[in-house]
């Protein structure tokens, strides 16, 4: 069965503490991607990646980090939070064709 | 740059009705157009997805039409029950894989 897991569903920390979000998929896509989902504003991307060590910024990259150093997983680094990425985080996986999404993670910051 | 709007945000209807959503894209060079159902707090569920050389996809009670020269595209979903209330997402994907997102429509189906 097609998957793109995400660890932790929910977080909830302090501003300033590092954190990072697994992201794993099991289908050998090429494609995977970071959106974060906020009320009023949709769907936004924050970092995509179209293979193995190869990144760029999405729409709203600013205070996030990614990396891929292998195709399964991309893990989404917030280096120093901030109460303004509280928020509802996806991870996609695609080809190209179908995108296939994790199940969300909800991140606040206080 | 690429923008895509979906109307109406939300939409109540009884059960049983026929309804249609619609989304419209602002750059009509896409690589395909996908349809995802959203519920509350969960995660993206695709439903549909149509290529860019295709006119429309059908899943059981749901059907996508896509027209890129005008922009469009509709999502009928025929016979609605409640339990089709959720919000109903458009997104439409470059060839770089990029996928934009609509705002979504709501849709609450009462019994």
């Known amino acids: 069965e097609a998957q793109v897991t995400q660890n932790p569903r929910y977080l909830i920390t302090v501003t300033g503490k590092k954190l990072t979000v697994t992201c794993s998929q099991n289908m050998n896509h090429e494609y995977m991607s970071w959106y974060r989902q906020d009320p009023g504003l949709g769907l936004r991307q924050i970092y995509y990646?179209?293979?193995?060590?190869?990144?760029d910024k999405g729409d709203v990259p600013e205070g996030y980090k990614v990396s891929r150093k292998e195709k399964r997983n991309f893990p989404l680094i917030l280096e120093s939070p901030s109460p303004n990425q509280t928020s509802l985080y996806f991870c996609?996986?695609?080809?190209?064709?179908?995108?296939?999404f994790g199940q969300g993670t909800r991140l606040t910051v206080v | 740059k690429q923008e895509v709007t979906q109307i109406p945000a939300a939409l109540s209807v009884p059960e049983g009705e026929n309804l249609v959503l619609n989304c419209s894209f602002t750059d009509s060079a896409i690589y395909n157009l996908q349809w995802f159902r959203q519920d509350p707090g969960k995660g993206l569920t695709s439903l549909l997805l149509i290529q860019s050389s295709q006119r429309e996809q059908t899943s059981g009670r749901l059907n996508a039409s896509l027209d890129k020269s005008s922009g469009r595209s509709t999502l009928y979903i025929a016979a609605s029950q409640p339990g089709d209330s959720a919000t109903y997402l458009c997104a439409v994907s470059s060839n770089t894989g990029k996928l934009i997102f609509g705002q979504g429509t709501t849709l609450q189906v009462k019994p």
């Open positions: 990646s179209m293979n193995v060590e190869v990144t």
């Open positions: 996609a996986a695609y080809t190209g064709a179908e995108a296939f």
